[in-house]
Structure formats: structure tokens, C-alpha cells
């Protein structure tokens, strides 16, 4: 057997066991194929790919699309959100062809990113941010036969997220993700939103006192002295659940200022019970306002739930100033009656002289010396006095109200009357401006 015959054997053996076994074959390949591209001397990672059609002078163009797996929570007080997201980026690196051998192989796997060219993006409105490592780290590197290359990292961020709490708890909230380049400008480098589905959102999304409306893809290119950067954003546009705040809030400040009112129905003489009610709801009052306003930052301006508090607030400490209005009533009250006896007496007093003068002109016909004796200083009851109780006994004119309040003999019960249907009035009137107010501002705001 000649050298000509046993080559051609050896390549029919090699032929059968490579087809016998395409998976080992292409396994092998992709690792001869890495060294041929990422092998020293051949591929620098420091130098940019060159931009579109090949052109070293163009940027070069980096496609971003992200999967938001979870957002974990929303700080009111420190303004800011934390979520945790599949982040991605393409972009063509011509330097990465191989030769797929008709298609057979699809990609290439890294799980090294330092071993090709990366993007140097950041997220600027980052406050801390960490990857995932467990068990594996979660990155992969896919290189394409075009020299397509596919960057994918699993992480989890906390952003700032500066909030306008005017409307609280009735808002809406914009947070934003903003992610831009940190040392390439625009001549060099431009990332660009994937035109299908550059933001996607896992199904069945929960969060505890929000829900997601919607969201929007921008850009939000910077200049600065050293240069004009690319930056794109994403607007997540959030909505207060207000049904937590209801329950919450609202309903057991409502509760507190209507129990306050109970005060109004108790006994004049009862004045541990009123005070002791009255103080109560305040001090509970005042310790649902501090609970509130320890959730939330300090800012410069009035808040919706601050107008509630403070009118609520303000209704409980009235009630209990209405007790103290009553009291002190109740003392003037014995002060009139006292007065009013002194009344009833001048009018016996005044109907006994009278009787007197007019028995006096009856027995002596001479008049003019009947009236000295009733104008005698020694009289007990002088002119002076008299013109007094003919003051007191003029009668009042008449009046609705004034009827309707007469039956009820003193004042310091018509205090309790009238609280009883003015402070529910202005109660229920308040709510009506409160909601018409701030819902319709929600609505305008939201348009």
C-alpha cells in the first residue's frame, strides 16, 4: 500500500468521525476559534470597534434594552427606589468574525468581559448598586459570526428619585433611570434605545403602595467642558395606592374628630368626663401628626396630608376650647340667675308701691300730697330703681332663632346646641373643598 492510498484512508476515517460527532467537532471549533480572535497579538481591548460600515472615524453605536425583574421598595424619606434588572447591550465589533460553517455555529460564549472592548456606561443617578454572584456570577458575553457582540449582567440598583410630595398621599411619581457614558463622547460613542421592546417589565409586577402606570424612553445627552456625552433615561411614572392611606390615615382622624364631639352631648356638670375626653383625642391626635410627619422628609412646602392633619387637629382642639366656652357659661349662667331674682324681686317691689300709690289716692282726695310720699328719699324703692326694672321687663322682639334657642333655658346649653350642628357643618364642608380640591389637581396634574 502506497503513501497516496493510506492519506486517502486517513482522511475517510477522520471524515466519518467527524460527522459521526458534529457536536464535538464545533465544541473544539469554538475553542480554536477564540484563540484565533482573542489570541495574543491579535485582538486589543483597549481600542474602541470602529464605527458604522467599518469606518474608523464614526462612533461606534451601542444598542440598550433592559428586563426590570423587581422593584423592592420606594423611600418617601430618603427619595429613593431599589430594582433589580437584566441589563443588556449590542454593538458590532468587526474585529469578532469567524466563520460559522453554514450556520451550525450560532455564537460564541464569554464570561469574561475584560477579554473583548466594553462600553464604559454608568448610571448616574446611582446611589449603590452591586452584582449577583451566586452561584455563578450572572454575565455572559455572546459573540456573533458578524462580529455581533451581546453583553447581558444581572444587578441590582438604588437610585435617587426626587419626589414633589404637594399632593401626598393623592401624587404621582416620575423616578428615572438615566444611563450615559463616562469618558467617550458622542464622537466616539453613542448608545441608542433597541427599537423593539428596549424596556421590559416582568408580568404580575407587585409593589407595596405603588403601581407601575406606565413608562417612557428618552434621551438626555450632557455637555460639559470636557465634551457632549450620550445618556438615555427611562421614566417610570408611579401611583400612590391610596386605599393604605384611607384606612390608614383618613378614616381614624375622622374617628378621632367625631369622638371629640361627644363632649357635646355629655352633662354641663360632668367636667372630668369632657376633659378627659377632650385631651385624649387631642394627645392621640397630635401622636397620629408626628407618626406621619416621621415617614416623610422635611420640605419647605404644605402637603395635602398636612392640610388634613392640621384641620383635624384644629377641629379636636376646638372642641375641647368649646368646653371651656361652656364653663365658663355656666358660671355666667348662675350670675343671670341671680340677676333674674333680683328682677323678680323689683317687680314685686315695683307692683307693691304701685298698689300702695294707688290706695293712697283713693283715701285722700289730695294728690299733691300723696306723691311726696312716694318720691321720699326714704322710700325703698326710688324712681331711679324703678326705671331699671321697667328697662328689664321690656320684652324682646321677636326672632326664629331666638324662639327656637328659648327653649333652652340657659346659655351655656345653647353653646352645646350650637356646636352640635355647626362643628359636623363645617366638618362635612371641609371635605367637600379637601377632595374636590385635590382630586381635581391629581386629574389636571395627570393630564
Known amino acids: 500500500m502506497n503513501n497516496r492510498t493510506l492519506f486517502i484512508i486517513i482522511a ?135 462580529g455581533s457582540v451581546l453583553y447581558s449582567i444581572r444587578i441590582s440598583l438604588t437610585l435617587s428619585c426626587p419626589m414633589n410630595l404637594k399632593l401626598y398621599p393623592l401624587d404621582r411619581q416620575i423616578c428615572s433611570l438615566r444611563m450615559a457614558s463616562y469618558g467617550w463622547t458622542t464622537a466616539d460613542l453613542v448608545f441608542l434605545w433597541k427599537e423593539v421592546d428596549p424596556v421590559q417589565v416582568v408580568k404580575n409586577l407587585h409593589l407595596p403602595r405603588f403601581t407601575l402606570e406606565k413608562f417612557l424612553t428618552d434621551y438626555c445627552n450632557s455637555k460639559t467642558n470636557t465634551g457632549e456625552y450620550s445618556c438615555l433615561k427611562v421614566d417610570l411614572l408611579f401611583k400612590r395606592e391610596f386605599s393604605y392611606y384611607l384606612i390608614q390615615i383618613y378614616i381614624p382622624c375622622c ?47 404644605t402637603k395635602a396630608i398636612d392640610v388634613w392633619t392640621g384641620v383635624c387637629l384644629t377641629f379636636v382642639f376646638g372642641a375641647l376650647l368649646e368646653f371651656a366656652l361652656v364653663n365658663y357659661a355656666s358660671r355666667s349662667d348662675m350670675h343671670r340667675e341671680n340677676m333674674k331674682k333680683q328682677r323678680r324681686q323689683c317687680e314685686l317691689e315695683h307692683a307693691a308701691s304701685m298698689d300702695a300709690t294707688s290706695d293712697l289716692m283713693d283715701s285722700d282726695s289730695n294728690a299733691t300730697f300723696a306723691m311726696p310720699l312716694v318720691r321720699h328719699p326714704g322710700d325703698p324703692l326710688s324712681m331711679e330703681k324703678v326705671r331699671q326694672c321697667e328697662i328689664h321687663m321690656q320684652p324682646a322682639r321677636p326672632n326664629c332663632c331666638r324662639s327656637w334657642l328659648s327653649k333652652f333655658p340657659t346659655r351655656s346649653k345653647r353653646i352645646d346646641v350650637i356646636s352640635r350642628i355647626t362643628f359636623p357643618l363645617v366638618f362635612a364642608l371641609f371635605n367637600v373643598i379637601y377632595w374636590s380640591t385635590y382630586l381635581f389637581r391629581e386629574e389636571a396634574e395627570e393630564s
Open 12 to 146: 475517510h476515517v477522520i471524515h466519518v468521525v467527524l460527522c459521526s460527532n458534529p457536536k464535538l467537532n464545533f465544541r473544539e471549533k469554538e475553542k480554536e476559534i477564540l484563540d484565533q480572535i482573542l489570541g495574543p497579538g491579535r485582538y486589543d481591548a483597549r481600542i474602541r470597534p470602529s464605527g458604522v460600515n467599518g469606518t474608523g472615524d464614526g462612533p461606534t453605536l451601542v444598542y440598550i434594552n433592559f428586563f426590570l425583574r423587581s422593584i423592592s421598595k420606594i423611600d418617601d424619606y430618603k427619595m429613593e427606589y431599589s430594582v433589580q434588572l437584566t441589563f443588556r447591550e449590542q454593538w458590532l465589533d468587526e474585529r469578532l468574525k469567524f466563520n460559522d460553517y453554514g450556520e451550525r455555529l450560532k455564537y460564541l460564549t464569554l464570561t469574561q468581559a475584560n477579554r473583548v472592548w466594553m462600553p464604559d456606561l454608568f448610571f448616574s443617578n446611582e446611589k449603590e448598586g452591586h452584582f449577583h454572584d451566586i452561584i455563578m456570577p450572572n454575565v455572559y458575553i455572546r459573540i456573533y459570526p458578524d
Open 255 to 301: 374617628m378621632l374628630v367625631i369622638v371629640s364631639w361627644v363632649s357635646f352631648w355629655l352633662d354641663q356638670g360632668a367636667v372630668p368626663a369632657r376633659v378627659s375626653l377632650g385631651v385624649t383625642t387631642l394627645l392621640t391626635m397630635a401622636t397620629q401628626t408626628s407618626g406621619i410627619n416621621a415617614s416623610l422628609p422635611p420640605v419647605s412646602y
